[in-house]
């Protein structure tokens, strides 16, 4: 997949946000909801299944902070729509659709990223999908990071606060019978987080993972069979056995994603860190 599409907005938005370390002021996530801070003003983002899910969810919420966003899926028409969305609602958004397996799309990616935003602070990689054998999930989890790391870290080491925060999962962390060759992938990312964290502090780049359970997404809902009312069943009905009677939502993972590429995070390398509701307890 080579191709590159893009949904910018309007210059006036690019030019307000072109100063790095710019604003901290509180914007109003809608009428009723709670303060937004604005503390990624003048940072850039990228994020790679950005599409769908827990890509779509933090890249919403990293231009609700204030950064510009390159936004990245395989999925080029999801893509552009979600970036539409997000551009009409105010926020500096790119889309380019690119493959994680493909080197060379990610190299392009990060081209176009560096040309549009002119700098890299925040990669979040999220792009996954349903696979049921080892090789294409050792190519989309494992060697799809690698490459991601290896277009990314020059722009990165170039910023004074960057950071990479890769999905993993909870079966990364403990076993979830069935699911051999996923909890491989993710064991392993696990892994590249904790020694990449240390071959690339010497560049100031953090590493850090999110772990999710189970996350009501189009991923999750991929692997479930029958009508929706008998899914939407299965689900309340799994949801009930939970520790806190609820399933962990796109936005919980955002929050945790967009928190650990914050400054708030900044002595904070290494971590695989569980988004689960204390389910892997
Ligand atoms: N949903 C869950 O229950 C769950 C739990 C733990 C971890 N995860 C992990 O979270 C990540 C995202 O999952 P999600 O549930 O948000 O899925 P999702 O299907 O909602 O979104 C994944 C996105 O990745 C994109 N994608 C797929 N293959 C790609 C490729 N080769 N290159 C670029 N983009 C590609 C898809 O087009 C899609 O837009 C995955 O790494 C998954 O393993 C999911």
Redesign the pocket.
Same mark, same amino acid.
């Given at each position: =997949?080579t191709t590159m599409n893009t949904a910018s907005n309007s210059a006036s938005n690019a030019e307000r946000n072109a100063a790095p370390g710019g604003g901290s002021e509180a914007a109003t996530n809608g009428a009723a909801g709670p303060p937004v801070p604005r503390d990624f003003e003048g940072r850039v983002a990228v994020v790679?299944?950005?599409?769908?899910? =827990?890509? &779509?969810a933090t890249a919403a919420l990293f231009a609700a902070r204030g950064a510009r966003v390159s936004l990245? *899926?395989? *999925?080029a028409t &999801? @893509?552009a729509a979600v970036a539409a969305e997000l551009t009409d609602a105010g926020a500096d958004v790119i889309f380019s659709a690119? *493959?994680?397996?493909s080197p060379s799309d990610l190299e392009r990616l990060a081209a176009r990223t560096v040309e549009a935003f002119g700098r890299v602070d925040a990669l979040f990689?999220?792009? @996954? &999908?349903v696979e049921a054998e080892l090789g294409p999930m050792l190519e989309?989890?494992l060697q799809?990071p690698a490459n991601c790391v290896a277009a990314f870290a020059p722009q990165l080491a170039e910023s004074d606060a960057p950071s990479i925060t890769f !999905? @993993?999962? !909870?079966?990364g962390l403990r076993a979830h019978p069935g699911a051999p060759w996923?909890a491989a992938a993710?064991s392993g990312l696990v892994g590249m987080t904790r020694t990449l964290a240390l071959d690339l502090a010497k560049q100031g780049i953090r590493v850090n993972a999110v772990? #999710?359970? @189970?996350? *009501? !997404? #189009? =991923?999750?809902r +991929?692997t479930l069979r029958g009508s929706t009312e008998e899914i939407e069943a299965k689900l309340a009905e799994q949801a009930a056995r939970k520790p806190l009677r609820r399933w962990?939502g +796109?936005e919980d993972?955002a929050n945790a994603a967009v928190f650990l590429a914050s400054s708030q995070a900044s002595m904070i390398t290494g971590v695989s860190l569980p988004v689960d509701g204390g389910e892997s307890l």
């Open positions: =997949m790679i299944g950005g599409a769908s899910g =827990m890509g &779509r990245s *899926d395989l *999925d &999801r @893509g690119a *493959d994680i397996r990689l999220s792009a @996954g &999908r989309l989890y799809g !999905t @993993g999962s !909870t079966s996923y993710k772990c #999710p359970s @189970g996350v *009501d !997404t #189009p =991923m999750l +991929a962990v +796109a993972v």
